[in-house]
């Protein structure tokens, strides 16, 4: 189907690509990208996987990662899909009101604590020995954070109410999310790009998705979807150069206690709201 200039060379570079190639970065520990989809629910992530397993592989539109149109969220597990030996891409549960604990759930996806499965925002986790041997073992991969963001849904959020969600990313990624404006036919998307790169974003990128409605392959589609499997390597590849000073288990292990610090203070900072709303209730019932 590849017949825009430039697709060819791009589709190359995917297919030929190992991680740190197109910096020629050698002695790295990073065997595979990991390209990770987070977005509120509705937005478009699965439809964003079927369009990018179809022109990665250049075959037949398929509905693999179950995309779909529902008043409730569709998506509860995070799956992973093989684009290629060294690149991965992960749907994920779509995030609702990117509350504490959600935002807690993202961190441990950015950590490398979640395998793939069902995504319970409640399910915190606990430092035991458990999980520091875990950390030992763990194969040292580069995150790709991307935000899928439909451009015809507008949020009951602003996007400035987003913030935390993009400061938890470089934090933990060192990598601003690559933002996707999704459902963007003929919608002018300068203002919600401004909007973006105020909070940090280098990249947004426009994608009209392959949906079971629109599933026949068409050029500007796979070129736009090339260029963005393209725009993640070579995000994979700054994120290794700037790691490859550092030392990998030590760095997850300084982010996963700071994260554990956080959820102990945030369960705190509840028990003592509750403690305050129990005795003013208490004193309260002894004035009546
Ligand atoms: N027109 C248009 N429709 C889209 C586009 N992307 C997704 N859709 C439609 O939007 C609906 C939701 O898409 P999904 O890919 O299932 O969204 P999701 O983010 O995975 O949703 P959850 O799994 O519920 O979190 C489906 O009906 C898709 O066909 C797009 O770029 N353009
Ligand atoms: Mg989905």
Redesign the pocket.
Known sequence: MLCCAGDNERWKRLSEYTPGSTRKLQGHEYSRVCVQLF?M???????LINSCLCVAKDIEYRNVAN???SNK???MMRNEFKINNAVYIYDN??ISKLTEEELFEISAQFCQLRTTGEVNWDDRYRINNEVLRKILQIQPEIIVPVF?YSAGCPLTQTIEQLDPFFREAYNMTDLFPIIVL??CKQINTEELEYKFRQLGVNHVVR???Y??TNNQRNPEIDTNILKFLNLCLDEADQGINLKLEKKYHQELLYKIVRLNTLITEAKERKLKQLQEEESSNQSSCIII
Do not use: A, L, Q, Y
Request: without cysteine; proline residues 4%; hydrophobic residues 15%.
């Open positions: 977005g629910t509705g937005h478009g992530k699965s439809s995309s779909g149109m969220p569709i998506t549960r779509g899928v999704t459902k994608i009209e998705n949906t079971t």
